[in-house]
């Protein structure tokens, strides 16, 4: 899958919420890393050789040396741990960051992550749309109402909560919905947006 130079490795592709959520994490942390892509149209994540990384044929796949990791969330916790950056300073603080982390598989990936993809690559609105959006409305107002509070997700600085949230929040025009609606989430993206090392998807994991 190419010649690697840095032995941090991150497989996936741009379009991919859960790669810009590891793509975030090493750029923030500062760690220089091999961007691999997985042809995802092409079906490059069921060849063989993909496969032996993770037979569920899911990204990203994540490697340092000879650690591997598939799940994002894992990966953002192993880069906190390894680097002492964005992650918890005691028990209390590891609890809400896996609340944050959790609503974010809850109400992001199975809610405003979904209805991206019925509007772009799916059926559009009707039955699945709108089955999934009762969950994305729900999340987006708890998301809104704790935002207009604090600055940041679990602590009063930024965490990896705050890192695997905002990759879905990026989505909510592609959703159906208008960021004006949204002000504390739209000041709250501003404020994740100007931390040291932020980066879009095409900057973070270029394709060429």
Same mark, same amino acid.
């Given at each position: 899958m190419?010649?690697?130079s840095s032995d941090y490795i991150l497989y996936g592709h741009p379009v991919s919420g859960?790669?810009? /959520?590891?793509a975030l994490m090493l750029s923030l942390c500062s760690i220089d890393y091999d961007f691999e892509i997985v042809d995802l149209p092409a079906g490059a994540n069921l060849n063989p050789e993909f496969l032996e990384m993770n037979p569920l044929g899911k990204i990203p796949v994540f490697r340092h040396g000879s650690l591997l990791l598939r799940q994002s969330h894992d990966v =953002?916790?192993? =880069?906190?741990s390894q680097t002492k950056l964005f992650g918890p300073n005691n028990w209390d603080e590891e609890a809400r960051i896996g609340d944050w982390i959790g609503f974010s598989v809850d109400f992001l990936s199975y809610g405003l992550a979904r209805l991206r993809f019925e509007l772009l690559f799916g059926s559009g609105k009707g039955p699945i749309?709108?089955?999934? /959006?009762? *969950?994305?409305?729900? !999340? %987006? &107002? %708890? =998301?809104?109402a704790h935002l207009k509070k604090h600055q940041w997700l679990a602590c009063d600085r930024p965490t990896?909560?705050?890192? *695997?949230?905002?990759?879905?929040m990026t989505y909510l025009t592609d959703g159906g919905y208008e960021t *004006?609606?949204? &002000? !504390?989430? *739209? %000041?709250?993206?501003?404020h994740f947006? &100007? %931390?040291?090392?932020? !980066?879009?998807?095409s900057r973070l994991m270029p394709t060429v």
């Open positions: 190419g010649k690697k859960n790669t810009y /959520k590891v =953002l916790r192993y =880069l906190a749309y709108d089955y999934f /959006k009762t *969950s994305a409305d729900r !999340g %987006l &107002s %708890l =998301l809104e990896i909560a705050d890192i *695997s949230v905002y990759p879905v *004006s609606d949204f &002000s !504390g989430i *739209s %000041l709250w993206m501003e947006q &100007s %931390l040291p090392g932020f !980066g879009i998807q």
